[in-house]
């Protein structure tokens, strides 16, 4: 998560923006509104992938025709205005060299080849290529969703970057019960923890720095 990280890791910055109980439904309503919109330019762009190169194409549930009628079916719930077109040839771009990458990494670290300047070079290039377009996309949605950004940044960050919408729907239903009292804000924190390692299979004792003990069970 490398926007995230960027803009978002750490501690909350308490701001002059009050999250109540009032308005808590309004950026869920965003989050779950910028979600489908980055899901699928994702799926969009992976069809597409499918269609240009069959031949990379391993699950036979992937005919031609499958993804033919399925590319359709997308691209008509949505209008391909230029915004959009762009928006995906960014993505593509994204795509292409994250494979560049994932290409010339072990080149770098190999002991003859790491030695020639210019995979380091390319490399360097190609990581100031892929943060620039990075934060093009994230001016993309944060011109969209303004008010989601600025007042929920980590929300806004851990969606952008393809957390699956289960664990933002938690997130908001533990926010709903720290603004009604039901929780208070450790609890909440050390449910979502307990969650996490239970989803993703973590380990037991992963989260023991920051959480707080005796609470939340």
Known sequence: MTLYRKHAQGP????E??????????????????????????TVLNLRK????????????????????????????????DDIAKHIAL?????????????????????????KVEHHERLSDLTDRFTALE???????????????????????????GVDIETVNSCFSKMKS?????????EAANRLMDESQRKYNLPSTLYDPIRVKGKGK
Request: hydrophobic share 30%; glycine share 2%; proline share 5%.
């Open 91 to 115: 993505l593509e771009e994204l795509d292409q060299i994250e494979r560049d990458m994932s290409v010339l990494r072990p080149l770098v670290f190999d002991k003859v080849e790491g030695q």
């Open 50 to 81: 499918k269609r240009d190169h069959p031949d990379s194409v391993t699950d036979s549930l992937y005919t031609p025709e499958y993804i033919s009628r399925r590319l359709a079916k997308l691209e008509a719930q949505r209008p391909i205005t």
């Open 178 to 186: 720290v603004l009604s009292g039901a929780l208070s804000s450790e």
């Open 135 to 161: 934060e093009q996309q994230n001016d993309i949605y944060s011109s969209k969703y303004p008010e989601l950004k600025d007042h929920l940044p980590k929300i806004y960050y851990m969606i952008l970057e």
């Open 17 to 42: 923006f009050t999250l109540t109980y009032e308005n808590v439904d309004k950026y869920h309503k965003q989050s779950q509104q910028m979600d489908e919109e980055v899901r699928w330019l994702k």
């Open 12 to 15: 909350t910055v308490k701001g």
